[in-house]
């Protein structure tokens, strides 16, 4: 089965099918609610055009696998307990440290998902989509002896 390639902000995805929707896009890469997210398409190398959520695209058409997302308005987290406002659709767990104003070299992520955790330990440029009130915790890191 042929399969279709896209990015969103860089990063690949895929689908079987060659016609998708915005919605579908953003459902792909879980950005959800797809409602808080600005879908665009990149139409050349210095343009973007918006896509709506029920507009259909050809991802067998040329040029046309690059879109980029952004949400319409600041999203929270939290890390430790704490609120954050972000920008940003996806961030790795080191630029949430950072965000969060902890020391990415002293420290790694966990992710909080109801009864499972998430380790972002072996694994701190991993592209986490962000959704308002994901939740994480810092984790101090051990420091490492060689004898």
Do not use: W
């Not at 896009?25 to 210095?46: M, S």
């Not at 890390?79 to 972000?86: F, G, K, L």
């Not at 961030?91 to 998902?113: C, D, H, R, V, W």
């Not at 989509?129 to 939740?135: A, E, F, Q, V, W």
């Amino acid at each position: 089965m042929e399969k279709f390639v896209f990015r969103v902000n860089r990063k690949k995805f895929e689908t079987v099918n060659a016609i998708i929707t915005g919605k579908e896009v953003l459902k792909i890469v879980e950005l959800l609610p797809v409602e808080d997210y600005e879908l665009l398409i990149k139409v050349n190398e210095k343009g973007f055009e918006p896509v709506q959520l029920n507009e259909k695209i050809d991802l067998k058409g040329a040029g046309i696998e690059g879109f980029f997302a952004k949400p319409y308005k600041k999203l929270i987290i939290h890390v430790d307990d704490e609120p954050i406002a972000v920008n940003e659709c996806f961030m790795t767990p080191n630029e949430i440290l950072t965000t969060a104003e902890k020391n990415p070299n002293g420290f790694y992520l966990k992710q909080i998902s109801g009864h499972r955790e998430i380790s972002y330990k072996n694994d701190r440029e991993h592209k986490v989509s962000i959704k308002n009130g994901l939740r994480f915790s810092s984790c101090k890191l051990e420091p490492t002896t060689v004898s």
